[in-house]
């Protein structure tokens, strides 16, 4: 029946080893056709209903047609797949998030698959060395999955026993330019399984107007902006301390005026004061009328911070064996010492009296304030461990565009940068990166990407206005939805 049957050629081989006269014959069993007929139609019937089984959607999109044209004539069969071509567009026209939801995105997902990386997976795997090449055996990591939201693919995939999230984090440029995406993102998913994140476009490459002001007085997480992934990206500022590090241009001032916009209703309110910081005297002066303390030479900023230093020691006096956290009141509201260019008070500064003065006063601030209503922002250019040396006592930290890559991880902690905070890549003109921030937040360990929202200054002038004629409401206000 064949002419050749596997094992024939073996069966004629013959080997000996050079220095002695012994031959190897190779035991060649002979297995009768029928029963690699057999197996191999075992096999088939087995490969059919293993693919029914796993994509029965898919294997319903080829047969159905199919049997229809076969059994009715084609005309039903290419009628039937123009009606579901044109229901689909109807839906996908007429309401198209859930489309997407439900449709678009695993159908996009499943081609991405397909073209890009299941295509380019095992070049890419072996040149950027994650695979290994053994005995002329390929090992080479699994693709288990590929997921698409709105801006990025996510691609589940599992390591090689015995590989590290460090062997992966190392090489994310590699996996951006191989599977053509201007960057990569590394999670843990789980034990052995790692997230790789893949951006399809830039949604934070436009700029973001000013965010409206909102109706309700909160000094909850505080919206300045919006994340990578659509969603609104809040700060928290009651509870914590926040340091802002960017070069000269990068968007210092928009967190900082966002920040301040989105507390202007608890303001108001009386639940927050804002003491203001402005050594240079350009950011901040701006709004002089919506702060309750407003410093800008070094003496006055050192009797600023000593005094918040009074208020939060005496509250901490009262609050002993009482309570263990702060709630805002109109009588004991959350004070937030906003300090724009902090280098200019602590390194910069030539006075050493003042200098150690005002260090001293932050120091206390930063490590004693959090539980008793008082909270720093701080906003600073020169991230260098001698310029700010209370750098650590900041729990959230934000990295702007920063000018060399070794200041993203002095900002935002070690390996931050392997992880993808490529702070020191954002673009340098502004209406591409000013605002653009990587964060990492106390609880977890992955940098987050966002752009702030900017607040021109005909927005702080409007700020102001309405803050200082005091009438009820803030004409900015969010409607309630
Ligand atoms: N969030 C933002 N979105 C777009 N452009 C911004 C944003 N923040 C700042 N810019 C632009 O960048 C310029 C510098 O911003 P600024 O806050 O003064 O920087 P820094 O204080 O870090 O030196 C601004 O004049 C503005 O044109
Ligand atoms: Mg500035």
């Known amino acids: 029946m064949f002419k050749k049957l596997p094992g024939d050629e073996a069966q004629h081989l013959v080997s000996t080893t050079p220095d002695t006269a012994v031959v190897f014959r190779p035991a060649v069993l002979r297995t009768p056709a029928i029963v690699t007929i057999i197996i191999f139609t075992w096999r088939l019937l087995a490969g059919i209903v293993r693919l029914l089984w796993r994509h029965p959607i898919a294997s319903a999109v080829v047969t159905v047609p199919c049997a229809l044209a076969w059994l009715h004539g084609w ?51 072996l040149i950027s060395g994650l695979g290994r090449t053994l005995k002329g055996r390929d090992y080479v990591p699994h693709l288990v999955k590929v997921t698409c939201t709105s801006w990025a693919d996510l691609v589940t995939v599992k390591m090689l026993t015995g590989q590290a999230v460090k062997d992966w984090s190392d090489r994310i440029e590699h996996l951006a330019h191989g599977f ?88 108001r309110a009386g639940l927050v004061q804002i003491w203001a910081l402005d050594p240079k005297l350009m950011e901040l002066s701006f709004g002089r009328a919506l702060f309750d303390y407003y410093a800008a030479d070094p ?84 991230p260098r461990k001698d310029v700010l040396s209370i750098r650590n006592l900041f729990p959230d930290k934000i990295a702007l565009r920063l000018d060399e890559s070794e200041q993203v991880d002095m900002v935002l902690g070690d390996g931050a940068r392997d992880r993808g905070a490529l702070a020191d890549l954002i673009s340098p003109q502004p209406d591409l990166g000013a605002g653009i921030a990587y964060a990492r937040l106390e609880t977890s360990p992955e940098p987050m990407r966002a752009r702030a929202g900017y607040v021109s200054d005909a927005d702080i002038r409007a700020m102001v206005a309405t803050f200082t004629a005091d009438t009820l409401p803030l004409p900015l206000t969010e409607e309630v939805a």
């Open 75 to 125: 005309q039903w069969g290419v009628a039937l797949i123009a009606l579901v071509l044109v229901g689909l567009t109807a839906w996908a026209l007429v309401d198209r998030p859930s489309f997407a939801r439900l449709l678009g995105w695993r159908l996009l997902a499943w081609w991405r698959l397909i073209w890009v990386y299941r295509r380019h997976w095992q070049p890419v795997m």
């Open 180 to 267: 053509g995406a201007t960057s990569c993102r590394v999670t843990i998913a789980r034990s052995g399984r790692l997230l790789l994140a893949f951006p399809r476009r830039d949604p934070l490459a436009t700029p973001l107007p000013a965010l409206l002001i909102p109706a309700v007085a909160s000094v909850g997480p505080v919206e300045i902006g919006k994340r990578e992934d659509g969603s609104p990206w809040r700060l928290k500022v009651h509870g914590t301390h926040v340091l802002v590090a960017g070069a000269t241009g990068a968007g210092k001032g928009s967190i900082i005026w966002s920040t301040i916009r989105g507390l202007l209703p608890a303001v």
């Open 299 to 382: 003496a006055a900023c050192a009797d600023l911070l000593e005094d918040a230093v009074k208020v939060m020691q005496e509250r901490a006096g009262r609050f002993a064996g009482v309570q263990r956290n702060h709630i805002p009141t109109v009588e004991d509201p959350f004070v937030l010492v906003v300090v724009d260019e902090v280098a200019f008070l602590t390194a910069y500064q030539s006075d050493k009296g003042l200098k150690v003065r005002i260090s001293a006063a932050l120091a206390t601030l930063t490590t004693q304030g959090r539980a008793v209503g008082v909270g720093v922002l701080a906003a600073l250019q020169d």
